[in-house]
Nanobody, 122 residues
Framework: QVQLVESGGGLVQAGGSLRLSCAAS????????MGWYRQAPGKQRELVAT???????NYADSVKGRFAISRDNAKNTMYLQMNTLKPEDTAVYYC????????????????WGQGTQVTVSS
């Protein structure tokens, strides 16, 4: 079993900052790409940023220059530093990861966290 747990969400004023964390735990053999997604009320879930095992990153245009994704492979943890937040960043933020378990080391499955609410007030 693999669990992804997000933390760090909350209420912040426009222009402020938050740092999200995503900790993976369980019977983990390895983790490939990890990513952050978000879903605002009435909208589809969208990609925010992704990061490979080697540290290559990709960002949605809407967050480029404001958000920074990083990971600590030794701790199986990923972060999202969010700066200059805007009201339109308000959403539930989910982490996702491609994980291989010790029981099936050659197969990577996508796992999702339960989400953490980020609310940006104007």
């Amino acid at each position: 079993q693999v669990q992804l747990v997000e933390s760090g969400g909350g209420l912040v004023q426009a222009g402020g900052s938050l740092r999200l964390s995503c900790a993976a735990s369980g019977s983990i053999f390895g983790i490939n790409a990890m990513g952050w997604y978000r879903q605002a009320p009435g909208k589809q879930r969208e990609l925010v940023a992704t990061i490979t095992t080697g540290g290559s990153t990709n960002y949605a245009d809407s967050v480029k220059g404001r958000f920074a994704i990083s990971r600590d492979n030794a701790k199986n943890t990923m972060y999202l530093q969010m700066n200059t937040l805007k009201p339109e960043d308000t959403a539930v933020y989910y982490c996702a990861a491609e994980v291989a378990t010790r029981q099936a080391m050659a197969v990577y499955y996508n796992y999702w966290g339960q989400g953490t609410q980020v609310t940006v007030s104007s």
